[in-house]
Antibody, heavy 119, light 112 residues
Framework: EIQLVESGGDLVQPGGSLRLSCAAS????????MNWVRQAPGKGPEWVSH????????YYADSVKGRFTVSRDNAKNSLYLQMNSLRDEDTAVYYC????????????WGQGTLVTVSS | DIVMTQTPLSSPVTLGQPASISCRSS???????????LSWLQQRPGQPPRLLIY???NRFSGVPDRFSGSGTGTDFTLKISRVEAEDVGVYYC?????????FGQGTTLEIK
């Protein structure tokens, strides 16, 4: 069974930093591209970042470029998101989701981790 | 960026009746590999999104056959043949043909 468990969400002040983690199991993590997607309260999902299986290709949404850094550790089946210079508008539930080769999209989602940016 | 526009934004439906949601993209979603990367997600209240349909018309594992997808290029449709109570939630189309991946605004399906 495919499982994705996000963690690291917390209440943080504007300008602060946070590191999110995603523990993956039940599939060959090292062969899948991964994404971070967030969802602000009452809003639709917003794609945040993508990292290829070997970490050679990385993309960010303009809204987080220069502030967030995605990384992965294939030996630990883990995905990370380092979030710096946090803003109020970064408040959201953050999900990790693999891009399935056959699906061509984000087929599996974890329960997410809540990041609240507030003073 | 590709803009995804869904209509309607709200859809009150009687149980057992059909429902239809449209999604239009501002650019073609046909990838250079020949596939069209348009998918549909369902989000029930308090739950994470769940994949229903991928590459326009392919039902994901475990998705009931009352859900179907169709369309080409820039115009796509999700249909529910007979709405059941468990179908209540918000439906999103999403394109993964290019980065940034983008989502539609969402369509809220509610029971009349």
């Amino acid at each position: 069974e495919i499982q994705l468990v996000e963690s690291g969400g917390d209440l943080v002040q504007p300008g602060g930093s946070l590191r999110l983690s995603c523990a993956a199991s039940g599939f060959s993590f090292s062969t899948y591209s991964m994404n971070w997607v967030r969802q602000a309260p009452g809003k639709g999902p917003e794609w945040v970042s993508h990292i290829s299986s070997s970490s050679s290709i990385i993309y960010y949404a303009d809204s987080v470029k220069g502030r967030f850094t995605v990384s992965r550790d294939n030996a630990k089946n883990s995905l990370y998101l380092q979030m710096n210079s946090l803003r109020d508008e970064d408040t959201a539930v953050y999900y990790c989701a693999p891009t399935g080769k056959i699906l061509g999209t984000m087929g599996y989602w974890g329960q997410g981790t809540l990041v609240t940016v507030s003073s | 960026d590709i803009v995804m526009t869904q209509t309607p934004l709200s859809s009150p439906v009687t149980l057992g009746q059909p429902a239809s949601i449209s999604c239009r993209s501002s650019q073609s979603l046909v990838h250079s590999d020949g596939n069209t990367y348009l998918s549909w997600l369902q989000q029930r209240p308090g739950q994470p999104p769940r994949l229903l349909i991928y590459k326009i018309s392919n039902r994901f594992s475990g998705v009931p056959d009352r859900f179907s997808g169709s369309g080409t290029g820039t115009d796509f449709t999700l249909k529910i043949s007979r709405v059941e109570a468990e179908d209540v939630g918000v439906y999103y189309c999403v394109q993964t043909a290019q980065f940034p991946h983008t989502f539609g605004q969402g369509t809220t399906l509610e029971i009349k």
